[in-house]
């Protein structure tokens, strides 16, 4: 069960994450802004590991660590297509990059 919970989370996560990179490389407004949103969201998500450290509750403290794991991996690769000026979804480096988890 918690094997099939964290993989549910993590596929949630890359989905979302596709879409949302796809919108902001092809949209130049939204690009500076969005290293910073994942950062944001990573801070969050350490403050709730945190408490739920406190209240000792290892499936959901598993999936939060699922979940960081995944950010930062998504952090590093919109680094990536940023920094490779990667801003068309028929562009090569988009399509060689991995979304399975």
Same mark, same amino acid.
Do not use: C, H
């Given at each position: 069960?918690?094997? #099939?919970? =964290?993989?549910?989370? &993590?596929?949630?996560? #890359?989905?979302?994450?596709?879409? @949302?990179?796809?919108?902001?490389?092809?949209?130049?407004?939204?690009? %500076?802004?969005? *290293?910073?949103?994942?950062?944001? @969201? *990573?801070? &969050?998500?350490? &403050?709730?590991?945190? =408490?739920?450290?406190?209240?000792? %509750?290892?499936?959901?403290?598993?999936?939060?660590?699922? #979940?960081?794991?995944?950010?930062?991996? =998504?952090?590093? *690769?919109?680094?990536?297509?940023?920094?490779?000026?990667?801003?068309?979804?028929? %562009?090569?480096?988009?399509?060689?990059?991995?979304?399975?988890?």
């Amino acid at each position: 069960m918690l094997q #099939t919970v =964290n993989q549910v989370v &993590l596929v949630i996560s #890359t989905i979302q994450w596709a879409e @949302s990179i796809e919108e902001v490389l092809t949209e130049s407004n939204k690009r %500076d802004g969005y *290293l910073l949103v994942i950062e944001e @969201s *990573l801070d &969050l998500i350490r &403050l709730m590991v945190e =408490n739920t450290k406190k209240q000792r %509750d290892r499936i959901k403290m598993l999936k939060m660590i699922n #979940t960081i794991t995944n950010e930062i991996k =998504n952090r590093e *690769l919109t680094k990536y297509l940023l920094q490779n000026k990667v801003y068309e979804m028929q %562009d090569f480096l988009w399509q060689a990059i991995p979304r399975s988890v």
